[in-house]
């Protein structure tokens, strides 16, 4: 039973162009969270997921980054023209459950994102 | 103020010491993670508790949810300990891990 399976593990991009990455969440888990961790800075949540559907996006930047996870597939988290303040590890979890006690949540072993 | 202080923010232990990490926050009013991040960078969740204490192997974790304060031991450190632990307690009132907020960690070198 596999992990949650991030990649790219590294991915360099120029200014400008598009990043994505992927994130297949542990066999049976519908919850999926992106969270990122800049240069020197702690974790900070990005966005929470259930299969086709956004729950809360609250801490995502309000433009030029998207997260899906379609019935079929990953998760993308996608960051269009992308500039240097993007460059950070990006974490996705998973869990079984949404909410609640007694409800672990698995962590990917991150994307780090360099823009040159 | 931060809503997660976490000490100390540097630790350095000579091998087989017993280490204590604290944890408080304002946010929340459940459940709390603890997570170790390795010099590679990957998170693996250590605890998730919610009340009183849990054990796994030489980590112990407590938990004292009025006063907003838990606290990490590792007995017998190793080296193999050196990580970053990171304390996160959930914003929200249900513990959703949507809401977790992390402390910024702290950074634990066990020597020989």
């Known amino acids: 039973n596999a992990g949650v399976m991030q990649n790219p593990r590294h991915l360099v991009r120029r200014r400008g162009q598009e990043a994505r990455l992927r994130c297949s969440p542990m066999?049976?888990?519908?919850?999926v969270y992106w969270y990122r961790q800049l240069p020197e800075e702690g974790l900070k949540f990005m966005v929470y997921?259930?299969?086709?559907?956004?729950?809360?996006e609250s801490g995502m930047p309000k433009e030029r980054f998207s997260a899906e996870f379609p019935k079929e597939g990953p998760s993308i988290l996608r960051i269009q023209q992308v500039v240097r303040g993007d460059s950070a590890a990006y974490f996705c979890?998973?869990?079984?459950?949404?909410?609640?006690?007694?409800?672990?949540?698995?962590f990917g072993e991150g994307s780090w994102l360099t823009v040159v | 103020k931060n809503e997660v202080e976490q000490s100390p923010q540097n630790l350095t232990a000579q091998e087989g010491e017993f280490i204590t990490i604290n944890c408080s926050y304002s946010?929340?009013?459940?459940?709390l993670h603890w997570l170790q991040q390795h010099p590679g960078g990957g998170i693996v969740s250590l605890f998730m508790?919610?009340?009183g204490k849990k054990k796994h192997g030489r980590l112990i974790a407590t938990i004292n949810i009025q006063e907003k304060h838990s606290s990490l031991h590792i007995t017998a450190s190793h080296p193999r300990d050196s990580a970053v632990y990171i304390c996160?307690?959930?914003?929200?009132?249900?513990?959703?891990?949507?809401?977790?907020?992390f402390g910024t960690g702290t950074r634990l070198q066990v020597t020989l």
């Open positions: 979890a998973s869990s079984l459950l949404g909410g609640s006690f007694g409800n672990t949540i698995y």
């Open positions: 066999k049976g888990h519908s919850h």
């Open positions: 997921l259930q299969k086709e559907n956004i729950i809360d």
């Open positions: 946010v929340g009013i459940s459940a």
């Open positions: 508790l919610s009340s």
């Open positions: 996160a307690p959930p914003k929200g009132p249900t513990g959703t891990a949507s809401k977790l907020t």
